[in-house]
Structures are given as structure tokens and as C-alpha cells.
């Protein structure tokens, strides 16, 4: 038997005044339209920023429904929606913002595991790593270089 150690490196920024001019804008946009999501069953609401190769920004919020399989994370809303409307862009860069309409969300809430593997996607697809950056409503910020932080062991087209 072998053992496999595997870790991780994210950096923490204690206020969002410590991000750079551009992430703070990003995390400002992800902010702005958090407040859009449609989660009237989880109450739970997510935005979404990301920064284009292009310079665009495209945006998403979480959108719930009744048969709950049928909603989507802001994450994919808004990864899907760039590689939609802009199929060569790369992803350089999300800022991810969460909160709850009944309690104040203070610890950085990253990527459900389905977010995560649609991410994983498009770096592959793109080869090229997506900085991400992640909070609750208040607190801390944590940024990620990559997707392969939070899922070391990515399943992608190489397995196929």
C-alpha cells in the first residue's frame, strides 16, 4: 500500500479592500446580482461575475424551481451563458458571492460539487486555469488559482 498526500493552496483576503481594483469590481458585479436569484425554496441566494479573455464580464444568479433537480447554481448559469454567447472567450477569472435572506452568511462559501465539475469542464476545455474567488455576504474572501484546488482529482475528457 501507498499513502497519497494531496494538498491545497488558497490565499485569504481579510476585506474585500485587499482584492485588486479589478476583483473588487468583479466581486461587486457578483454581489449586484446575487440579489437577482430566484430561491424562494432555499431561501439561499448566490451571484456570480466572471471576467472574459475579451474583457467581457458575464453575470448569473441561482434560479430555483418547485422540482428541484430542475434549478440551476449561479455558477452554471453563468459559465453556460458565456459558452453560449461567447464560444472562444476563456474564463479568467469568478468572483462568487452567497447569502441567506435569514441569517448573515460570514464564512466564504465555494462551489457545490456539480458547480465544480462544470468549471472543471472549461478548463479543460480552455487549458487554462480560472482564478476564483469566493465569499459569504460578509467576511473573508478566498481565492483560488484553479479549479484543480477545490477538485485535485477532476474528471475530464482525458478519461474518456
Known amino acids: 500500500m501507498k499513502n497519497i498526500s494531496v494538498t491545497t493552496h488558497l490565499s485569504v483576503f481579510e476585506t474585500l479592500l485587499e482584492l485588486p481594483n479589478e476583483i473588487q469590481d ?4 457578483a454581489i ?18 466572471l471576467l472574459l479573455d ?38 479568467v477569472k469568478m468572483a462568487i458571492t452567497a447569502a441567506s435572506d435569514t441569517n448573515t ?3 466564504p462559501i465555494p462551489p457545490c460539487g456539480a458547480c465544480r465539475q462544470s468549471i472543471a ?19 473573508t474572501i478566498h481565492k483560488s488559482d484553479s479549479l484543480k484546488n477545490l477538485l485535485p482529482f477532476t474528471f475530464d475528457k482525458n478519461f474518456l
Open 121 to 139: 469542464e472549461y478548463e479543460s476545455k480552455q487549458e487554462y486555469p480560472i482564478e476564483i474567488y469566493f465569499m459569504g455576504e460578509t467576511g
Open 105 to 107: 452568511t460570514t464564512a
Open 32 to 49: 449586484a446580482i446575487r440579489k437577482t436569484a430566484y430561491a424562494p425554496y432555499s431561501r439561499f441566494r448566490v451571484g456570480a461575475a
Open 26 to 29: 468583479l466581486m461587486a458585479q
Open 54 to 91: 475579451n474583457g467581457k464580464v458575464v453575470l448569473g444568479s441561482n434560479q430555483e424551481n418547485a422540482a428541484y433537480p430542475s434549478g440551476l447554481c449561479a455558477e452554471r448559469v453563468a459559465i453556460f451563458h458565456a459558452g453560449a454567447v461567447y464560444p472562444n472567450a476563456r474564463i
